[in-house]
């Protein structure tokens, strides 16, 4: 399962309204959280459905495989969410046998015809209706609904949206739709016979064995999945979709896509046969089924979803050729879902407590790929990005395996993802390469179509390196926080030592004992010194016949840590120039934008602009103060905008160009409105209204025709400067109905519509909108505030400007100390 997380609130609204629900409601932290109790054991799954468009509805027949898994039993307990039971009976030699039993909506219990030993099989019959939207169903932070079975469009009234039918398992609702032990413990192999109008295509698990054409229109598609899955991975789509069939070592690897988006399908997915090549090496196991397939779904309930062998995405990811300009934003949901593959799908979390060995792994696979494939500085980049998000997740309280929780979807959150995938890179860190993928490989092939538990993980590692991991996994795996590490550094030039303090301040007293590499610079080559923090507070001594240049603790930096690291301008210059990881390269590009008034700081920004890394540019364009930048600073910027290799650089670039407001630059922006990246294009709407706003408005009908991503928002942000009072019930209304999440970026727009509001009243009714929610929204986006902040300073501008010469001069200055008053800004 792939989280989206753009930002890492993206389900903000969804946590608040759950968390105020819970709010005094502690009695789930005495409920511990086994692993499933096995009763009877799947063995196969056999389903006939079809659908039923108008009603929304699933006819199904099941013949279910079982055996007792030790114990014996005359009873058999299924999950069946929200069906119609129609008929339960026993197969025995081609016969069907009725058997007796009770159904309450959620668990259908079964009493068989007889007492059933160990191995002993037998089959059950099922004729079911499922009705999923009649089902009361709830949703998580990382999957917003459970109703199983979706859909979407089934009348086809909207002509705007595809129909389509997609299924979504985890956690438990593949029983929703399938009569089933929905637990992650169970496995089974599985075939599906499903009938569908014959003008859509199908997609499930495992191979297409055959597709028989019916009198009625219809068309009948039976696939096999021969290998053991878990029943959460159960999947089924249709669709009018096209297929873009790519291979993989004789393996069909294929991409399912609405058919505007074939011709591009390739760019979106065409990375996958290689990906699955580095990571079959990577792990030293072959990519183990049968084929691999992508397929996207409209009104998707999550980010992606690794049904074995037939992947679910969010239709986000069809992006159109001018999207693609700006990168594949959505690769990492791609890599993600692969991984699951071996790590999820062919060993499976035994438990969702356990959700570790599943989503921590795939959360890393997205580091491992971009290291392969774009270098160490992009996967080190997606490492921090991961890093600060768990950090500032206000994580602290909770354990990577967590045997208590209020819900199991609770499970899926910045721990299990964020968390879990930095904690894996330290591991890798601290035994090498070599061991680290050895054991992963022997964990592999000791659970394969099984499952298993972070327990089973620290033991295949150990038994590679022969090293004791219980101290890692006690404090990683089985307990909570992370360090705060306050790092300070002295030189005894009389002793000729240098010192680096480590102290952990958190303040629950809670200590952490880890290593961690230490590189000390002193006018030539580093020298590394591995250590160990344990204490309180630890003092390093090193050598040094000169005060070092520079002490860069977690030199390889990899520690899941707040760090208040005392570094001086000149150590993070010289750290830039010479440590010189993505990290410490950024961290220098950081503090010297905030002391960008120090000649030393900005000739740094200076030689970032020519950064080997893109986004290293980038931090260094986005933080430029455009009225404080020299003229050799401007011709560098100006050289980005129209050659930056990067498309979102050289957006970057015009927007520095845009603040300075200098008609001479109207002509360059006036051409990149039509640039193929949607970034480039965007940004120079933007500038050009600050120019031009009679030229930006006239272009507006144009670039409606085509326009998403950046030119989507200038758009929109151009239409908003054509408002007046007359439409500020709309733009209020607007605002204040979007979701959370929108209403962030609407709440800087309405900002931004205020300055051409004249009426006095309006303005302030305006304002305390803003500001209410300002309290809510602040705490948790950083982002926000500051884009806040810039939209009141074009408030400010704006109307100081008109001031100047107009009559209401007075109601003007009004309003300016009543924004003044009610927004306050760190």
Known sequence: MQKIYFFSLAFLLIVLTVSAQRDGDNSWKTIYRATPTKINDLVHTKLDVRFDYDKSYLYGKAWITLHPHFYDTDSLTLDAKGMEIDEVALIAEDKKQSLQYRYDSLKLRIKLDRTYHKDEKYTIYISYISKPNEMKSHGSMAITDDKGLYFINPKGTDKEKPVQIWTQGETEATSVWCPIIDKPNQKTTEEIYMTVPDKYVTLSNGLLISQKKNSDGTRTDYWKMDLPHSPYLFFMGVGDYAIVKDSYKGKEVSYYVEKDYESVA???????????????????????????????????????????????????????????????????????????????????????????????????????????????????????????????????????????????????????????????????????????????????????????????????????????????????????????????????????????????????????????????????????????????????????????????????????????????????????????????????????????????????????????????????????????????????????????????????????????????????????????????????????????????????????????????????????????????????????????????????????YLANVEDTGLFKKGIDEVASFKKVAAPYASNFEEDLKNAVSYVQTKKEHEMVSASNASDIKKQLKYMKDKLKFN
């Open 266 to 752: 390739r760019k979106i997915f065409g990375n996958t046969p290689e990906m699955i090549d580095f990571f079959s090496k990577k792990l030293n196991y072959e990519y183990p089924w049968q084929k691999y397939a992508q397929i996207t779904g409209r009104n998707y309930v999550s980010g992606a979803m690794e049904n074995t062998t037939a992947t679910l995405h969010t239709d986000a990811l069809q992006q159109n050729a001018r999207q693609l300009t700006d990168g594949n934003r959505f690769e990492d949901y791609v890599s993600h879902e692969l991984f699951h593959q071996w790590f999820g799908d062919l060993v499976t979390a035994e438990s969702w407590s356990n959700l570790t060995v599943n989503e921590s792994f795939a959360d890393y696979s997205e580091y491992l790929w971009r290291e392969y494939k774009y270098g160490k500085d992009d996967a080190d980049k997606a490492n921090y990005q991961a890093l600060q998000s768990y950090l500032f997740s206000d994580s602290q309280e909770k354990d990577l395996v967590r045997f208590h929780y209020r819900d199991k979807e609770d499970m899926f959150d910045n721990v299990s993802y964020q968390k879990g995938g930095r904690i894996l890179h330290m591991l890798r860190n601290y035994l090498g390469d070599d061991a680290f993928f050895a054991g992963l490989n022997l964990y592999l092939k000791t659970h394969q179509f099984g499952n298993a538990e972070a327990q089973d993980l620290r033991l295949a590692l150990e038994q590679i390196s022969g090293k004791d991991l219980n101290w890692f996994f006690n404090q990683w795996y089985y307990g909570s926080g992370n360090p705060y590490l306050d790092i300070s550094y002295k030189y005894d030039a009389e002793k000729q030592t240098a010192q680096a303090i480590i102290k952990q301040t958190q303040s629950n007293n809670k200590l952490f004992s880890f290593p961690v590499a230490i590189d000390v610079y002193s006018g030539g080559p580093k020298s590394r010194y591995t250590v160990w923090i344990k204490s309180k507070a630890d003092t390093f001594n090193f050598s040094s016949a000169t005060k070092p240049d520079l002490i860069n603790v977690d030199a390889d930096k990899i520690l899941v840590a707040f760090k208040d690291d005392h570094k001086t301008l000149d150590e993070y210059i010289y750290g830039y120039k010479y440590a010189a990881t993505y990290v410490d390269r950024r961290e220098a590009v950081e503090y010297c934008l905030q002391h960008f008034d120090n000649p030393k700081a900005s000739e740094l920004i200076f030689a970032a602009l020519d950064d080997k890394y893109s986004d290293i540019r980038n931090i260094a364009l986005k933080g430029l103060v455009a009225s404080k930048i020299s003229e050799v600073f401007l011709q560098k910027v100006d050289s980005l905008a129209t050659n930056d290799e990067y498309r979102p650089n050289r957006a970057a670039a015009i927007d520095v160009l845009g603040a300075l407001r200098n008609k001479q630059y109207e002509p360059f922006f006036l051409k990149n409105v039509h640039d193929s990246s949607y970034s480039v294009a965007g940004a120079s709407l933007k500038a050009l209204s600050m120019l031009n706003i009679q030229k930006a408005v006239s272009l507006l009908p144009e670039l409606m025709k085509d326009m998403k991503d950046n030119l989507a928002d200038a758009v929109e942000n151009v239409s908003v400067l054509t408002k007046t009072d007359k439409d500020f019930d709309e733009q209020l209304s607007r605002f204040n109905t979007s979701n959370f999440i929108d209403k962030m970026t609407n709440c800087v727009l309405f900002v931004t």
